[in-house]
């Protein structure tokens, strides 16, 4: 509803249309004779419970609660490029979400389309039309780009041909932001040792009047160069790349009025949200104007339908012959690729698809609130729980990470002199995950798989996705040696450092975005001094979280998880030893367990111990406990001989502490989300049970269980029986290229569906990744949160799935039985 405040305008429902992608809702509603100073926009509720619905629901993976009314002060109103940009404030997030209101100039009511195309798919389709030149070519000598060198001879760059003035054919596109221009360059030459025949001091770039003119009417656009242009364009105002092996110049132009003065502003866009949803608008508009046929990558659905139809990936096999009898929805999987040969027939590869589709579903879903098992564990065995705090037995909001990143953001400015334009880069919470290794020499955030095997596609220098040429060139192929991987965060000296940690997400964020901004602004740095910059000013907030976070704070921070003083108070009453090691201060986990569990908190813990000082105190065989005095808040300095339940203690060691309670390692089970600090050495060198706290568990397990997910998983495996049965049956090459493209598709349209850069923290396309061998190997079990235990008994067995080897195969119960060899129960 828009509402005019004040005048005559009235009450009135605007019809709209909308779409979305998973960090864009877009409206576009049709408005007439609005100014800045009469509009109130309210977002009636029958709208915003639609938007909700969508945003909640899996096919967008995003949750997010909004405002029901956002009023001028809140938003940004362009009048004169007919464009209402609203923020939406995310109401337990601290960050902001944007609606782009686009109105109809032409007063006609426009179509809406939403598509759903991996951003992937969406570049590649993007590229594709400009390669293919499907745009509108302009060529004559008033609407010419000109190129000419500055100088005949340029000292810089003796070596640089002396070329003569030419116009150049070009092709364009562009939307109500940006201009994107494509030149191509036909006498571009490899010169020797040389990637770039032109210097950034040999080019003017001329726009002529009559160019400028009819690229402000253009109609679509998107694409990746920086340029700052005016009219004119001056060599030290433009950056530009002239690649022999593409010859061609990309521009790429922003629009802004200032002061009645057109005036170009280029920005380079990487971040996937915005260059997905931009390419979803080009995708959409051409499609809708018959620009470009229906994309084979690209499924558009009317907006009235959305609202009753899930998001669907694109399955392999597609049916254009209704003629088929079978069955419920067998005919649908017809093979989009035509078979030139006779090894495969359609029926055979609608068989394999069929089986594998059944099988995936057959299996039911996975409980996201269960605990999983890599070794068999009674916990009939088991009389002392041991639990780390952060992460473990509280769990800390989205919000948390915003703060981090502010705080270390400010840090790199305030006290290590970095520029002061970093202040504007946000947090991006989707951009990086837990597990990833990162190059201190190269500056690389990449994913490594169990085999220390590099996942391409993978791999990021600051917010651009590398490519997989310069990654084989630069590492010899794939393959991580294991004295460069080693994943000990506690290790000095090793070129590459795991993210094991759920704080780390946000500071590999700090450290790509501030790597994204040297790059765009042509500002040197060294990768090594980066990463220890930004490690650094995130260690020395730490302090400041503690003290700023204090009991009234907790709830905008803390999650509350009720069943947590239920779970403890189940260990007290069934006469289990229960004792908390952390590394953070008394009073910060004070504050945290009174709003957690109440202000008894202590008396639920046999032994306390903050600032352990972890993993030095799984490590080192001598160190004193410390008595903390709750008086003023030091520490004694008498001599500590036994652990009493009553007292607060610091440092120590797990020798100690063994000591002095007497407790049987074997006995004892720990639980930490931190695989090193907390699991590793414990299981290693004294034999304790781990139980591994993974918060990410249930969003990844809800994406299992998703049917995106499980249709996406079921044409994997079949693409990859029809590959191996090509392999094995010498298929037409030509062919079997076909299905390894289609199967590498797939892989990419999963991997996107956990994370849009690197997927599963689990899994690389098809190997654990190197974070899950470390989880199967340091923990017993593993699970979302310590109370998913409450589903079990105390004297539950657990015990690991078995799985077969490679070299061994299934064999079916229905089998079994039949030939009367499967165990009958007693």
């Known amino acids: 509803m828009l509402e005019q405040s004040p005048g005559n305008f009235g009450n009135a429902r605007v ?103 991996s951003l992937h798919d969406a570049k590649n389709e993007l590229n594709n039309l400009l390669s293919a030149a499907e745009f509108e070519s302009k060529e004559n000598s008033t609407e010419a780009i000109t190129i000419t060198q500055t100088r005949t001879n340029n000292p810089n760059h003796p070596e640089a041909s002396i070329i003569e003035p030419i116009s150049l054919d070009y092709n364009w596109y562009q939307d109500d932001k940006y201009v994107n221009i494509v030149i191509h360059v036909p006498n571009i030459k490899l010169m020797e040792n040389r990637s770039f025949l032109f210097y950034e001091d040999d080019i003017n770039i001329i726009l002529t009047d009559n160019s400028l003119n009819w690229i402000c009417n253009l109609p679509t656009a998107i694409t990746n160069v920086t340029f700052k242009l005016y009219k004119e364009i001056n060599s030290n105002e433009s950056r530009y790349e002239i690649s022999p092996c593409r010859s061609k110049i990309e521009i790429k132009l922003r629009k802004l009025t200032i002061n009645q003065t057109m005036m170009f502003t280029i920005n380079r866009i990487n971040q996937s949200s915005l260059v997905k949803c931009r390419a979803l608008q080009t995708l959409a508009t051409n499609f809708n104007n018959n620009v470009i046929s229906h994309s084979p990558n690209v499924i558009f659905t009317n907006t009235n339908l959305i609202q009753s139809t899930n998001r669907q990936l694109k399955r392999p096999f597609t049916n254009n012959n209704n003629s088929s009898s079978s069955s419920d929805d067998d005919d649908k999987f017809i093979t989009d690729i035509e078979i030139k040969n006779n090894f495969f027939t359609k029926t055979e590869i609608l068989e394999i698809y069929k089986s594998t589709f059944k099988a995936t579903y057959s299996g039911g879903e996975v409980d996201s609130k269960g605990v999983f098992t890599n070794n068999e564990l009674s916990l009939s065995d088991i009389d002392i729980y041991g639990f780390d705090y952060d992460y473990t037995l509280a769990c800390y909001k989205e919000s948390l990470d915003y703060l981090i990143y502010d705080l270390g953001r400010d840090v790199l400015i305030n006290k290590f002199q970095y520029p002061k334009d970093i202040e504007l880069l946000d947090y991006i919470p989707d951009f990086a995950i837990r597990g990833l290794h990162y190059d201190i020499e190269n500056g690389f955030l990449m994913k490594i798989d169990t085999f220390h095997q590099i996942q391409l596609g993978s791999v990021y220098r600051g917010l651009s996705p590398v490519p997989s040429y310069e990654i084989i060139r630069l590492y010899n192929g794939l393959y991580i040696p294991r004295q460069y991987i080693r994943g000990d965060n506690y290790e000095e000296n090793v070129r590459m450092k795991q993210l094991n940690d759920l704080f780390s997400v946000p500071e590999m964020c700090l450290l790509s975005n501030v790597t994204e901004y040297f790059i765009q602004n042509n500002i040197s740095y060294y990768p090594e001094i980066l990463y220890h910059d930004v490690t650094n000013a995130i260690r020395s907030i730490h302090p400041v979280i503690h003290k700023m976070v204090d009991l009234q704070k907790m709830p905008d921070y803390l999650e509350k998880n009720e069943r947590l003083p239920v779970f403890m108070e189940h260990l007290r009453k069934h006469n289990k030893k229960v004792f908390l090691i952390t590394n953070s201060p008394f009073h910060f986990v004070d504050n945290g367990m009174k709003y957690m569990i109440g202000d008894d908190w202590r008396s639920l813990f046999d032994v306390i111990v903050v600032q352990a000082r972890k993993p030095s105190f799984f490590k080192k065989e001598s160190r004193p406990f410390r008595t903390f005095n709750l008086g003023n808040d030091r520490m004694n300095w008498n001599r500590v001989s036994t652990l009493d339940r009553d007292k607060i203690y610091m440092e120590g060691t797990v020798s100690g502490l063994l000591k002095m309670t007497g407790w049987n390692s074997n006995r004892v089970i720990y639980f930490g989300d931190q695989i090193y600090s907390d699991l590793a050495d414990i299981t290693l060198d004294f034999g304790w049970r781990t139980g591994a706290i993974i918060a990410e568990l249930e969003k990844e397990i809800e994406t299992h269980n998703s049917p995106e997910f499980k249709e996406a998983v079921s044409a994997l495996q079949a693409l990859q029986q029809l590959v191996d049965e090509g392999n094995e049956n010498n298929l037409d090459e030509a062919i079997l290229n076909q299905l390894i493209q289609q199967r590498d598709a797939l892989r990419f349209e999963a991997k996107t569906l956990f994370n849009p850069q690197f ?62 060899e499967f165990p009958k129960a007693r």
């Open 15 to 117: 019809p709209y249309d909308w779409y979305q992608t998973t960090s864009h809702v877009i409206i576009t509603i049709r408005i007439a004779n609005l100014k800045e100073n009469d509009v109130k926009v309210t977002i009636i509720n029958d709208a915003l419970d639609v938007m909700c619905q969508l945003l909640d629901g899996r096919q967008f993976r995003m949750h997010f609660n909004l405002y029901k009314t956002v009023v001028v002060p809140d938003s940004n109103w362009a009048v004169d490029t007919s464009k209402l940009v609203i923020n939406l404030k995310k109401a337990d997030r601290k960050r902001w979400h944007s609606l782009e209101i686009i109105p109809d100039k032409n007063g006609n009511r426009p179509k809406s389309f939403i598509g759903i195309v």
């Open 759 to 820: 997927g599963s923290i689990f899994r690389t396309h098809h190997n654990p990744t190197y974070f899950s061998r470390r989880l199967f190997r340091y923990s017993d079990i593993y699970m979302s949160q310590v109370t998913n235990l409450l589903k079990y008994s105390l004297k539950h067995t657990f015990l690991p799935r078995r799985g077969l080897l490679p070299h061994e195969t299934r064999i079916s119960q229905v089998e079994l039985i039949h030939r009367g």
